[in-house]
């Protein structure tokens, strides 16, 4: 893009006592070279101190705990996420984060293979469709986020480098910083996720045990062994019960539950990190309203603009198959519990979690595509500022910020499909209702046969 990346331009001087806004003046001395980037972090001038990035407000320091949490089951197969420094982050194929990773997935596979094996002999209808979906999901995200980690120490320090600017003055810290604004919204999808897998879990417990006491013809005393040879009877096909295999089942259950529900909060992630930056920019372009501003201080502005919209490029190359799958994985199971909730359930439990479930996916999926579409209207949010600007301070730059505001989608894609903006989020309303009757359509025979016997 056109325009320089610093500008040595004395400021003009004003007689009218007007104060000049961030001006840049001439060094008598030409700058310090820049040692070589294997030796410094992010070329920091030979003469400065490294940065203290634990003290910074990063983007890597408000994701690593969740990225460190994600890694105890098997997610992002990093070394190094915890320390401060970006750079000691890397990928290993020969390292223990991927060797769990390994087991996580072969496990996952075995759930998934049981599963197919179990439709293939009772047929496919709508709704036993949903466990080989689930763990297909799962398991692609395995594999998106593997794809993702090699990716991911690049992509770390790129977006380090890029926004080490904004830690500074004159771009100031919003009152809620990175870090909190980040963690709080994590702890909610966490929160309201664990409720939605306990949920689960009570509601398939509590209808056991009602099956077994009104049956006269079942004479089984309620077990741990007898439930879970029951409901993961797809898993039993292929392996030998045993108590130790039944809690390792759970346990990978519960773990695959988490993945699923990590590929929205990972997307939320990078969308608060993109849209806090743009915040920045946006709060700064406010700050010079009214004021007389010389010409370098647009050219920083769009220079720190455009480095911005290029992180985001480069962003969303790394993760576009992510929020690919993540969409498809939403408009799916968005469809099926609303196919639950039209039919008649056995047990008032099943009516609670099927609610639950359904709102909570709703609710996820309409924040995490509000919070990627922040970052398109934070983008565009200092155009107001920028297009009242007086003619005194009017120059070229300025209109180039302009263009660039109104012309470029400034958004997160999944591989360019379509860009994460909130007009798409009503067009995805659209769409659900579209399957939704499809599925009832495909789900008509069920329908009319009702609930199979209690005690059959």
């Known amino acids: 893009m056109e325009g320089p990346t610093l500008n040595f331009r004395k400021t003009p001087s004003k007689d009218n006592g007007v104060k000049q806004v961030d001006s840049l ?12 980037d294997a030796n410094l972090e992010f070329n920091v001038l030979a003469s400065e101190k490294l940065p203290n990035y634990a003290n910074l407000d990063l983007f890597h320091r408000a994701v690593f705990p969740l990225m460190f949490l994600a890694q105890c089951v098997a997610i992002m197969p990093l070394v190094g996420i915890r320390e401060s420094n970006p ?16 087991i996580f997935m072969t496990a996952t596979f075995i759930l998934f293979l049981g599963m197919f094996t179990r439709l293939l002999k009772i047929g496919i209808t709508a709704k036993n469709f949903v466990g080989l979906v689930f763990f297909g999901c799962v398991l692609s995200a395995y594999v998106v986020f593997i794809r993702l980690a090699k990716k991911w120490p690049a992509v770390v320090r790129i977006w380090t480098r890029t926004e080490m600017v904004f830690t500074k003055s004159p771009y100031e810290i919003p009152k809620r910083n990175l870090a909190r604004r980040v963690q709080l919204a994590a702890l909610a ?38 439930y879970m040879q029951r409901n993961y009877d797809y898993v039993f096909q292929l392996l030998p019960y045993s108590p130790i295999i039944g809690v390792l089942v759970l346990s990978i259950n519960g773990a695959c539950t988490f993945v699923w529900n990590y590929m929205d909060l990972f997307i939320m992630m990078i969308s608060k990190g993109l849209s806090y930056r743009f915040e920045q920019i946006t709060a700064r372009i406010r700050k010079l309203e009214h004021k ?15 480095k911005m919209c290029e992180l985001l490029e ?20 968005v469809c099926y519990q609303l196919l639950n909730v039209f039919n008649k359930l056995r047990w008032p439990i099943n009516y609670i979690y099927f609610w639950y ?32 600007v007086p003619s005194c301070s009017w120059c070229v730059e300025v209109e180039r910020l302009i263009f660039q505001m109104t012309t470029q989608t400034v958004a997160l894609s999944g591989k360019k499909f379509y860009f994460l903006t909130r007009r798409l989020l009503f067009g995805m309303a659209g769409t659900i209702v579209t399957y939704e009757l499809v599925l009832l359509q495909f789900d008509e025979a069920n329908r009319r046969k009702g609930l199979q016997p209690l005690c059959a």
């Open 292 to 306: 007389e501003v010389c010409e370098s201080v647009f050219i920083e502005i769009r220079e720190h603009y455009v």
């Open 25 to 36: 003046t001439k060094p008598e001395t030409p700058p310090p070279k820049f040692v070589e």
């Open 357 to 388: 479930s359904l709102l909570y996916l709703i609710g996820r999926t309409a924040f995490v595509f509000l919070t990627a579409a922040d970052i398109n209207e934070e983008s565009k949010r200092g155009l107001g500022v920028l297009r009242r």
């Open 314 to 333: 480069f962003v969303d190359s790394a993760m576009s198959s992510l929020i690919l799958l993540s969409c498809v994985n939403n408009l799916y199971f």
């Open 87 to 102: 750079r000691r982050v890397r990928f290993a194929y020969k390292s223990f984060p991927m060797l769990f990773t390994a």
């Open 189 to 226: 999808i966490i929160g309201l996720s664990l409720g939605e897998h306990a949920l689960y879990q009570v509601s398939a417990i509590l209808s056991y045990t009602r099956r077994i006491q009104l049956c006269a013809n079942i004479t089984t005393v309620p077990s741990f062994g007898n």
